[in-house]
């Protein structure tokens, strides 16, 4: 799993640096603005997971700079601030805050809210990445970048024959007419004379097979073509 980027953000650097201590024991990388101008500058140089924002800033406030950081993006926000009434709470998450803790907070709870949140907004992120990567022995298929690997080495595959080969070992042991092949990856009508699919499946095998050292695809005659697991 990547190093979190939390960005803290308030006027008051004993705070700032309180709150860094404790995140960076945890792991995270730490960036500080002091007031909301500063936010928004940093925001759009660094690449941020996750803002720990206070309210009561100069320049732009917190609850103005979470509505802007709104307009175009989806960072999690947890929002502190001196106020503590409900108003302050409602208001503060209505703005686009995703978690609000008054001061003074225990910094332990500030964290494990922090983790919270990450987890939260990225794990299932994660999860899914992973479920769309295929491994079959030294080759790795990823569906969400279109990339072949085979013991990290690139593959470079055409649009058509990464579909192919997503295919195939998507469902490994499987045959696979070429009809079906066709049907599947061009979504036209297959015809007996078209070997639009023998050749793609040609050009895989040469692109593949001379990393792998073995042959991958494997032809079921009269059948049509299969990935053992």
């Not at 990823?142 to 080495?153: D, L, Y």
């Amino acid at each position: 799993m990547a190093m979190r980027h939390i960005l803290i953000v308030d006027d008051d650097k004993e705070i700032v640096q309180l709150i860094a201590i404790y995140l960076q024991n945890e792991g995270y990388k730490i960036s500080r603005a002091f007031n909301g101008e500063e936010a928004l500058t940093l925001f759009e140089k660094e690449k941020i997971d996750l803002i720990v924002l206070d309210v009561m800033m100069p320049k732009i406030d917190g609850m103005e700079v979470c509505r802007i950081l709104r307009e175009k993006n989806h960072v999690p926000i947890l929002m502190i601030s001196a106020k503590t009434e409900d108003i302050d709470k409602i208001t503060g998450l209505m703005s686009g805050a995703d978690d609000y803790l008054s001061k003074p907070f225990n910094p332990l709870e500030l964290v494990a809210r922090v983790k919270t949140l990450i987890r939260r907004t990225y794990l299932y992120q994660e999860e899914r990445l992973e479920d769309e990567i295929i491994k079959v022995g030294s080759l790795e298929v990823n569906k969400t970048f279109h990339t072949a690997k085979v013991s990290r080495h690139s593959i470079p595959l055409t649009s058509k024959e990464f579909a192919i080969l997503y295919i195939m070992v998507s469902n490994l042991g499987r045959v696979f007419s070429s009809e079906e092949i066709f049907e599947l990856v061009w979504k036209e009508t297959y015809y007996s004379s078209n070997n639009t699919v023998m050749v793609h499946i040609s050009n895989l095998r040469e692109k593949l097979e001379k990393d792998l050292g073995y042959k991958l695809i494997k032809t079921i005659w009269g059948v049509g073509y299969k990935i053992d697991g």
